[in-house]
T-cell receptor
Framework: GGIITQTPKFLIGQEGQKLTLKCQQN?????MYWYRQDSGKGLRLIYY???????QKGDLSEGYDASREKKSSFSLTVTSAQKNEMAVFLC????????????FGHGTKLSVL | GDSVTQTEGQVALSEEDFLTIHCNYS??????LFWYVQYPGEGPQLLFR?????EKGSSRGFEATYDKGTTSFHLRKASVQESDSAVYYC??????????????FGHGTILRVHP
């Protein structure tokens, strides 16, 4: 089996701050994803990557950057944190590009003061 | 674009009650349908999936049948337990056109089961 590790588990930022979330997987999966989870809104795709150095925008990419420098890691940057923003960011990976079965990390909970 | 609609935002049941969570979808192609479950403090995990019309997916007593005619994939369980309390997500993966590589999720249904 494998595991997806997200760091940090909790992230507190200030309005306007640039914040980076990290994700590592040891499944050796090709495709990795970042989803944002808001109460009552489900999971919305921010970015995904089908291989090292590839980036594809999801439905919610504005305000975020992503980086896939290695097959095993995928980072997400909030370019300017919004005041009172609160959400959980979920990283996931899948063995193929069809998104057939996603394995998720436990999430990073973001709070912006 | 593709979309998934879960009718119930929250469901409260007692142990041994029958569960139904309704899921309807809209997709341009022939999608694969999924149910994911998320327990507190964890990420979502796959419950089961179905990729053909009339195919039934099932796991841990939960089941759903792919219905292309009514574009539905409703989740059912005959007798829920307190340990089933979680958030349930319906999702689809459409490999046609430009949608390769991502799942589209519904808004989720919070299930609370009381002893």
């Amino acid at each position: 089996g494998g595991i997806i590790t997200q760091t940090p588990k909790f992230l507190i930022g200030q309005e306007g701050q640039k914040l980076t979330l990290k994700c590592q997987q040891n499944f050796n999966h090709d495709t990795m994803y970042w989803y944002r989870q808001d109460s009552g809104k489900g999971l919305r795709l921010i970015y995904y990557s089908i291989t090292e150095n590839d980036l594809q925008k999801g439905d919610l990419s504005e305000g975020y950057d992503a980086s896939r420098e290695k097959k095993s890691s995928f980072s997400l940057t909030v370019t300017s944190a919004q005041k009172n923003e609160m959400a959980v960011f979920l990283c996931a990976s899948s063995v193929d590009r069809g998104g057939e079965r996603l394995f998720f990390g436990h999430g990073t909970k973001l709070s912006v003061l | 674009g593709d979309s998934v609609t879960q009718t119930e935002g929250q469901v409260a049941l007692s142990e041994e009650d029958f569960l139904t969570i309704h899921c309807n979808y809209s997709a341009s192609g022939y999608p694969t349908l999924f149910w994911y479950v998320q327990y507190p403090g964890e990420g979502p995990q796959l419950l089961f999936r179905a990729s053909r019309d009339k195919e039934k997916g099932s796991s841990r007593g939960f089941e759903a049948t792919y219905d292309k005619g009514t574009t539905s994939f409703h989740l059912r369980k005959a007798s829920v337990q307190e340990s089933d309390s979680a958030v349930y997500y319906c999702a689809l993966s459409d490999l046609s056109g430009a949608n390769t590589g991502k799942l589209t999720f519904g808004h989720g249904t919070i299930l609370r089961v009381h002893p």
